[in-house]
Nanobody
Framework: QVQLVESGGGWVQAGGSLRLSCAASGRTSSIYAMGWFRQAPGKQRELVAS???????NFANSVKDRFTISRDSGKNMVWLQMNSLKPEDTAVYYCAARRITQVNYDYWGQGTQVSVSS
């Protein structure tokens, strides 16, 4: 099992920045990819960014050039740096992890709220 704990959410004005952190514990050696998802009220959860153990990153089109994802496997940490935030970025953000044997992300954090005001 893997446990994920997010931190760093909060409220910010449009154009501002936030940095989300995710700490992994447990059987972290089984983790292949880590990602950040978000879910806004009334909307489906969507993948925001992901990073593999080899450092390959992927971003949703809506956040490219504004968000960056980084990972320190030795410290079992992953971060999401969010710049130039927009009101439409308001959502609960979830950290997730995927084992190499799995197609879908199978470990999830509890989520952290990000609110962006105009």
């Amino acid at each position: 099992q893997v446990q994920l704990v997010e931190s760093g959410g909060g409220w910010v004005q449009a154009g501002g920045s936030l940095r989300l952190s995710c700490a992994a514990s447990g059987r972290t050696s089984s983790i292949y990819a880590m990602g950040w998802f978000r879910q806004a009220p009334g909307k489906q959860r969507e993948l925001v960014a992901s990073i593999t153990s080899g450092g390959i990153t992927n971003f949703a089109n809506s956040v490219k050039d504004r968000f960056t994802i980084s990972r320190d496997s030795g410290k079992n940490m992953v971060w999401l740096q969010m710049n130039s935030l927009k009101p439409e970025d308001t959502a609960v953000y979830y950290c997730a992890a995927r084992r190499i044997t799995q197609v879908n992300y199978d470990y999830w954090g509890q989520g952290t709220q990000v609110s962006v005001s105009s």
